[in-house]
Structure formats: C-alpha cells, structure tokens
C-alpha cells in the first residue's frame, strides 16, 4: 500500500522506491524521519502525509495561554481560533438576517426583537472545537503519529528538546525537521493594550457579550469580526490605520468598506489608538490620534479588539542552534520550503512573504511530505489562491487586482468587464442589491487570458472556488462567455459579463434574466 501511493508521486518504478526504503531504514541514526513543530494545518497535514509512506513522525503542538488565560487544543489556528469559529460567528450573525427575510417570505415568525443568546452561541462553537480537537487526536493515533503536547525548541539541527507533562526535560532527534509553528495575534505597544484589549483568540471564547466593541485594523480578521458582531446586534466600530484590505483590489476593496457603513458599522478613518483606560464605570476609554487632523480623540466602549495582524512564533523555537535564519519574526524558505539548513523546512503562516491561509499551509506541509518520503517532485505553487473575506455579502478573489494587472501589463493591455447584479433571492425581503458587483480583469487581445475574478454577493466563497480552478488553467473571456450558465445562480453572471469599463456603458442590469 505505502509502496503503491509512493509509486503514484514520485513516478519511479517500486525497484527503485524499495531500494530507497531500505536504504533509509539502514542509515535510521535519528529517533525519527521526521518531527513536526507544530499542530496545525500545515504541520498535520504534512506529518500525516510522511506517516502514509512509512516515515517515523513525531509532532509537537503546544498553545501557550493569551494575556486574558484563553487556551485551546490541537489543531493550530484554523480549528480552534481561526476559519471554523469564524465560519460558525458569520453563519450565526447571517442567520439573524435570514429571519427577517423568513418573514418576507411568508414564514409565521415574530421577527421583532430577536436577540442572540452569546453565551448559547459560544457553547455551541467550543462544542465543536473540543470535538475537531478529539477526533485530531484519534486521527493521529490511528495514523501513527506520535503526538507530543509540548514546546519543542531546538537543541542544534538534528535535535529538539521538550519538557514532558511531569516537567522532566527530554532530548529526541531527527533527520528532517518541519517548523509550521504558524503565528498570534499582535498587540500594540500601547498602555493598556495587553491588559483591557483582546484578539481573535479570546473572542470565539469570549463568556462576555462584547457590547460596544472597537476592532482596531481593518485586514480580514477586523472586518470579520466587526461584520459578525454587528450581525449579531452589537455595536462594533473599525478603526483603519491607512487603507482597508491593503493588498486586494481597490474598487472591491471600498465598495466592501460602503457596504458595511451601509449595514450600520462606522469606520475611524487614519486612526491610531494611543492609549486604553479602564473607568470607574467598568467601560474602556480608548485615545486614539487622528493622523489626518492631527488630534487627540476619544471614544468609549466595552471591548477592544487587536485585529492588527499576526508576528511568526519563532522567539521560542531557538533557532539560533540550528543555523537557521530568520526575517522579522518569519522564516524564509526556496521553492522547496527548505531554510537556509538543508533539512530544516518549514509550511504555514511561519514562512516568511506567503498567503496565511489554510489550504496553503495544508498543501504545501502535504507536497513536502511527498518529496521527502515518496520522491514527489512536485512544488507547491503559492500563486493564483483563493480566497474570501466572510463579510454579510462575502468578496471574494482568485489572480490579480485591476491595480496589479495594470502594473504589470499596462492600462491599455488590459480589459475590465463588470457588472452589478441582482441575486433573484433578494427581491422578496428587498435587500439591497447595491453592492452585489463582479469584474474579470484579462488581456485585451487575442482570446483575453483572465488575470483575476473579483465577485461580492452570497456565497462568494462558494462560487469563486470552481472559477480559481478554471483561472489555474488558463480560462479566457471567450471560454467564460461560451459557457452556459446555471439559472438562477450568482455564478451565473460571470457567463454574462459583457460590458467592459473601457465602454463607459452603465453596467446596472435591467432585469435577472435578460
Ligand atoms: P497554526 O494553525 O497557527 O498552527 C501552529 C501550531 O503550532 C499552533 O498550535 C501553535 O500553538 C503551535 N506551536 C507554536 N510554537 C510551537 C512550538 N515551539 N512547539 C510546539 N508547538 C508550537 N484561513 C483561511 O484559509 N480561511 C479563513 O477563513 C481563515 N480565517 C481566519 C480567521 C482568523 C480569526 C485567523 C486568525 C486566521 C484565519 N485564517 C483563515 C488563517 C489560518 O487560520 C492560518 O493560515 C492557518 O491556521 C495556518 O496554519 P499553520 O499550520 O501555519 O499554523
Ligand atoms: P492583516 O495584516 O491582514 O491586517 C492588519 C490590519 O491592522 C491592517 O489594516 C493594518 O493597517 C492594521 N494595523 C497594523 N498595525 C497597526 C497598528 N499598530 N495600529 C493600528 N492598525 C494597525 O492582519 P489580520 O490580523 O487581519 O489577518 C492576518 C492574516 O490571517 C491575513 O493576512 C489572512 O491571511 C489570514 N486570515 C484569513 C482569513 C480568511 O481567509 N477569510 C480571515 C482572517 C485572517 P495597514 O494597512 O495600515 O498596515
């Protein structure tokens, strides 16, 4: 079985495959094939994957408390305070809405005063998490991984040393080394930051309803969070350093930021907080410095919340002994994920200018798995992902922006077709269909390579997926406009894009179905 699944990546003939095994099992002077810093996305899939062709593995994952004493289980960062509570958070807080649509629709529902239970709410999630984090467990178990809960940290490059649960320091090698330690929330350096703020890792755990909150940074994390908070029926303020959602498209970029003024969430605008108080009243005082006027400001609420980015854990891992060099707070890799010694790797977050998002730590940790121990080629290829921001009407993108087509190809290289569109399940509750908007930038000649897909409405995720499959191999304009659509989707108006932005022609349709 191991030597079939091996033959399938590596393309080599089971000979050879046997004579590699035996040689490894030969030459075995480490305690194991393979230890894995860290239990989270990256570091199961790829010690999970090793342990499928027969390598010995080891994993460590350890979670070290937040300043406010939130903990959690194996699993890193998507499972326990990252993509599933998030999910769940934005389900909830559309689920609010969808009452209201409910009653539109004809449902005998009371839809007046309806109030989530946060404490109900948060239950459920942790319910879910804690059983994510059994079923990992089990599956490593059966899988053959060796799981240790402990922080590993460096010895020299073949060994990590860990203290067991009863304290007692220990020592184990190994011939490869994966760090996918992954990263944590930021906090500025600011008075009172660390003691009244918190981050996404308390608010999914949070036993407090969090009342009027400041998301403070407006990445995907604080537009999240604000969304699901204000879906929820608090009362979330953003405040935005420069610019929201630095990096993605510009146009989409502000029609998400009018989109969530609209539904009712303020943003502070070239804002930085100075300082965080705690009143008599139990409230927080945040003072903040408005660098467009250049005054002191201030504003009042129950929490605070850092959504100001994430630092790489490496402070812990002492890398110092390994030779292995860092940038910042990450770690550089070649297109092989290798660090600057050899057998060191490292996948996930920690790796220093890639996309922090999930499947890519999950390929990537998997594809080196591959090359390691089943002779696999095949590199990790970290362009054209995916990805969404889970706002009420979710935006979500695969390739390049307009201003990165532009940059690259030229303004008169490029075509926009675009267009606003009205999803069919609106009409009934009257929802606004204001933001619901699409484009596909592409080349201007020949059959009009698409670049990048950009779309905001339901179920952004969802639709953009297939299409990033489409882009990865090499979808045109004409191919997009050959291909029947599916009615009544929102997917759909991709196969209706005709208006480009160089035409000047409204791009408001008429009707759904013209
Ligand atoms: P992690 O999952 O962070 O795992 C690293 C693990 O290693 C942690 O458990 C850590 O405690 C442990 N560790 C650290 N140091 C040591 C050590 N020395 N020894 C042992 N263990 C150690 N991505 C998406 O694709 N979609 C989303 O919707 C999405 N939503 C997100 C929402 C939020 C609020 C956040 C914060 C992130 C979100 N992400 C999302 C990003 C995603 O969670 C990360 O990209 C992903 O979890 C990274 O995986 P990783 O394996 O690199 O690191
Ligand atoms: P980001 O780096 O995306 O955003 C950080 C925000 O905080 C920016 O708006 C930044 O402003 C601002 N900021 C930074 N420092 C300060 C400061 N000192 N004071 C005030 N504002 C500040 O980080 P996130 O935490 O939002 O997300 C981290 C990563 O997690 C993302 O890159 C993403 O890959 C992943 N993630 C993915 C999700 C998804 O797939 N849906 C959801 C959530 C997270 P400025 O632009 O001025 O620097």
Request: net charge neutral; glycine share 10%; aromatic share 8%.
């Amino acid at each position: 079985m191991l030597m079939f699944r091996a033959m399938r990546y590596s393309g080599l003939p089971r000979s050879v495959l046997l004579l590699r095994f035996a040689s490894s099992i030969v030459s075995r002077k480490h305690d194991y094939d393979l230890v894995v810093l860290g239990g989270g996305s990256g570091g199961l899939a790829c010690a999970k994957e090793a342990v499928e062709y027969g390598a010995r593995v080891l994993c460590f994952d350890y979670v070290k408390p937040t300043p406010a004493g939130t903990k959690w289980g194996v699993g890193g960062t998507c499972v326990n305070v990252g993509c599933i509570p998030k999910k769940l958070m934005h389900q909830a807080s559309l689920l609010g809405e969808a009452v209201h649509e409910a009653v539109a629709y004809g449902w005998n529902v009371n839809d007046r005063d309806i109030k989530p239970n946060w404490k109900k709410l948060i239950q459920s999630v942790q319910n879910h998490i804690k059983s994510v984090n059994w079923v990992t467990r089990v599956d490593l178990r059966d899988k053959q991984v060796e799981y240790v809960n402990s922080m590993g940290a460096f010895v020299d490059a073949h060994t990590i040393e860990y203290r067991t649960k009863q304290g007692e320091r220990k020592q184990l090698s190994a011939e490869n080394v994966v760090i996918a330690v992954g990263g944590r929330p930021r906090y500025p350096l600011i008075p009172g930051a660390i003691e009244f703020g918190i981050t996404s890792d308390d608010i999914f755990s949070y036993e407090t309803e969090p009342g009027r909150t400041l998301v403070v940074g407006a990445g995907y994390v604080g537009l999240e969070c604000a969304c699901f908070l204000k879906g929820l029926g608090y009362e979330p303020t953003v405040m935005v350093r420069s610019i929201v959602l630095r990096g993605f498209d510009r146009q989409m970029s502000e029609l998400l930021a009018a989109m969530m003024t609209d539904r009712g969430i303020p943003f502070l605008n070239t804002c930085i907080p100075t300082a965080v108080q705690r009143q008599a009243n139990g409230s927080l005082l945040v003072k903040y410095l408005n660098t467009t006027t250049q005054k002191e400001e201030s504003g009042v609420f129950d929490t605070v919340l850092w959504a100001i980015g994430r630092k790489g854990l490496t402070e812990d891992l002492n890398l110092v002994a390994a030779g292995v060099k860092t940038v910042n707070d990450k770690i550089a890799v070649d297109h092989t994920e290798a660090t600057n010694v050899p057998h060191i790797y490292a996948v996930g977050d920690i790796i220093y200018g890639r996309p922090e998002l999930t499947p890519v730590a999950i390929l990537s940790g998997r594809l080196l798995a591959r090359r390691l121990f089943a002779g696999s080629k095949q590199l990790m290829d970290y362009t054209d992902v995916a990805t969404t921001v889970f706002t009420p009407l979710e935006y979500s993108c695969v390739g390049m922006s307009e201003e990165m087509a532009i940059e690259k190809l030229g303004a008169e290289n490029i075509e926009v077709f675009h267009g606003y569109y009205k999803p069919t399940e609106f009409f009934i509750p009257q929802k606004s269909v204001r933001y619901c908007y699409l484009k596909a930038v592409a080349e201007v000649s020949g059959d009009q390579k698409i670049l990048g897909l950009h779309y905001m409405g339901p179920v952004a995720g969802e639709v953009i997926q297939g299409f990033a499959a489409a882009l990865k191999s090499g979808l045109t304009v004409k191919t997009l406009l050959n291909t029947v659509g599916i009615h009544p989707t929102t997917a759909e108006e991709f196969t209706r894009l005709s208006i480009t932005k160089r035409s000047g022609r409204d791009p408001t349709p008429a009707s759904c179905c013209s």
